[in-house]
């Protein structure tokens, strides 16, 4: 059984820092390709990373880049992200996703085929 599981989330005041992190058990996790999406209240869930799975640094979307990156540790089955400098608008929860594929294309919602439950990242003004 797949199991995704993400830590690390929390509060945070606006310019600070935060490292969300993601194992993921049950897949073949040095084949995978691992994302992370989020979701702020009132808004459809977009993604914010990608690493695929054999890569040392990951894609972010333009509304993130500069600020947030993601990297993976295939031994410990372990993928990272990231953020800097947040802002109140990154305010949302945050999830982590398996891919089916071992690479990030079009990164889309229905690639990935395994999530956690997600875990929940404020950022105060």
């Avoid at 989020?38 to 990608?50: F, I, L, T, Y």
Wanted: aromatic share 10%.
């Amino acid at each position: 059984q797949v199991q995704v599981v993400e830590s690390g989330g929390g509060t945070v005041q606006a310019g600070g820092s935060l490292r969300l992190s993601c194992t993921a058990s049950g897949l073949a996790f040095d084949e995978t390709a691992m994302g992370w999406f989020r979701r702020a209240p009132g808004k459809e869930r977009e993604w914010v990373s990608c690493i695929s799975y054999d890569d040392d640094e990951g894609r972010v979307p333009d509304s993130v880049r500069g600020r947030f990156t993601t990297s993976r540790d295939n031994a410990k089955s372990v993928v990272y992200l990231q953020m800097y400098n947040l802002k109140p608008e990154d305010t949302a929860m945050y999830y982590c996703a398996a891919s089916r594929f071992h690479l990030c294309g079009v990164v889309r919602d229905g690639e990935f085929d395994h999530w956690g439950q997600g875990i929940q990242v404020t950022v105060s003004s």
